[in-house]
């Protein structure tokens, strides 16, 4: 399974920008995906919860997002998204998608895609 991000860049704090990962499978299945998820890490820093969802939409943010991140998640097409506005200098870093993918009823793994970078100008 391969988690591909993109929609990440370089913007002036105040501004938006929305972060997509589509997980894809060149073999095998994608029987289910009970949770996706978003997670930053700065040089340095240990990787931090952003935001999760669950696949019946339950979410789950870090109290320095609440209010200007939403993610969201359309099963259909295994894609995840994190909006984010009111961008901030400090919400600058490399933004990870995670995923529990479920490839038969009885058999889930964890998956990350490479990363993002948002970076955002005082």
């Known amino acids: 399974v391969q988690l591909e991000e993109s929609g990440g860049g370089l913007v002036q704090a105040g501004g938006s920008l929305r972060l997509s990962c589509v997980a894809s499978v060149a073999s095998g299945n994608i029987f289910s995906i009970p949770t996706m998820g978003w997670y930053r890490q700065t040089p340095g820093r240990e990787r931090e919860l952003v935001a999760t969802?669950?696949?019946?939409?339950?979410?789950n943010y870090a109290d320095s997002v609440k209010g200007r991140f939403t993610i969201s998640k359309d099963n259909a097409k295994n894609t995840g998204f994190l909006q984010m506005n009111n961008l901030k200098p400090e919400d600058t870093a490399v933004y990870f998608c995670?995923?529990?993918?479920?490839?038969?009823?009885?058999?889930?793994?964890?998956?990350w895609g490479k990363g993002t970078q948002v970076t955002v100008s005082s």
């Open positions: 969802i669950t696949s019946n939409s339950r979410t």
């Open positions: 995670h995923a529990d993918i479920r490839h038969s009823p009885n058999y889930e793994y964890e998956y």
